[in-house]
């Protein structure tokens, strides 16, 4: 398989996060980018640099005062006194109450971020830049040869055209599903497979006929993202019955999860879209350190395969997945088995 991937995915190197109220070091670290890079890669898989599309598929998905906060952030740090700091954060944040876009620097923070996840650093732009970058290349891969791989890293689901959060600033599952709409007239659909449900592609997607957005992720009652990923939310507009979510019990393994998928791949076939992105979390597995469910590396290979006898272009983009042991072999698993099925 073509695995697309760009160097600088490692630049954005985060050292500690706010989980449950306790400190620990940052599960999405610049060396996920180095583990899935080298895994890929050792399982005989082609690995190829992504080339600079430009800003206009960022700007197809994102707002554009928002490409340019992250993009200028780091080097406005003076404004707030962090000229030596380490990563820029704020204490506070918009809420849908408040209505005005500030012009200072930490309150643009605030504005343009969900959590204290996705501090800004040095690196940040690079880095988000390249995986959004790997995204498309994969995008287009996945168009001309049947399917593809982006090693997208930081990851992107849980970024809204104008804010990031849960680890993510550029949504590239959102950003390849876009290109691809655009590539063939569209229709096309996300399937995304995280723990974590995708409330940024949602939001993105939310109002669009063209693209369906279907998730299969661990009950958001008391998991993170919290205020979106519920049954209940179909869509808006001429996207309404275009969104599909599919929460399960925290602790489900490999039936309940497989199922899940089968009955998502189901609405993606009566939605007869022309391409398919999957965004491809493995949080959802047993060992994994953020994860609530409990899916084993056969469950992810057989994930694989379903999703790949679905026959459409796919482009596969990285999502979550943290540093634990079963990571690697995860991701072979899963890209052997979608090789094997087409």
Not at 46 to 53: E, I
């Amino acid at each position: 398989m073509r695995v697309v991937h760009h160097a600088e995915s490692g630049r954005h190197d985060p050292a500690t996060y706010l989980r449950r109220g306790a400190p620990i070091p940052h599960p999405e670290q610049a060396s996920r980018y180095a583990i899935l890079r080298d895994a890929a890669a050792a399982a005989g898989h082609g690995l190829v640099a992504a080339a600079d599309h430009g800003p206009e598929p960022l700007r197809a998905v994102h707002d554009s005062g928002y490409l340019a906060f992250l993009e200028g952030a780091w080097d406005r740090r003076g404004e707030i006194g962090l000229g030596d700091a380490d990563e820029i954060l704020t204490g506070s944040f918009a809420r849908p109450q408040m209505h005005r876009r500030p012009a200072g620097l930490l309150g643009l923070v605030g504005y343009h971020t969900a959590d204290l996840s996705t501090p800004i650093r040095a690196g940040t732009w690079a880095a988000v830049h390249g995986s959004a970058q790997a995204a498309i290349g994969a995008a287009d891969a996945a168009l001309a040869e049947g399917h593809a791989y982006a090693l997208s890293r930081p990851p992107g689901h849980h970024a809204y055209a104008d804010s990031a959060g849960g680890f993510c600033f550029l949504n590239n599952s959102a950003v390849a599903a876009e290109r691809m709409r655009r590539a063939t007239g569209g229709p096309v659909a996300v399937l995304d497979i995280d723990v974590h449900h995708g409330n940024g592609t949602q939001g993105i997607f939310y109002d669009s006929g063209d693209v369906l957005t279907v998730s299969v992720h661990a009950d958001p009652g008391d998991y993170f993202p919290f205020y979106a990923g519920y049954a209940d939310e179909t869509g808006a507009g001429a996207g309404a019955g275009h969104n599909l979510n599919l929460p399960l019990p925290h602790g489900s393994g490999d039936g309940p999860w497989l199922d899940a998928i089968a009955a998502g791949l189901a609405r993606v076939a009566a939605f007869r879209p022309r391409a398919l992105v999957v965004a491809l979390g493995l949080d959802a597995a047993a060992e994994d350190p953020l994860g609530a469910l409990a899916v084993t590396r056969a469950g992810f290979g057989a994930a694989a395969e379903r999703i790949a006898r679905a026959g459409l272009p796919t482009a596969l983009v990285q999502e979550g997945g943290y540093l634990c042991d079963a990571l690697p072999g995860n991701l072979t698993a899963f890209l052997g088995a979608f090789d094997a099925a087409r």
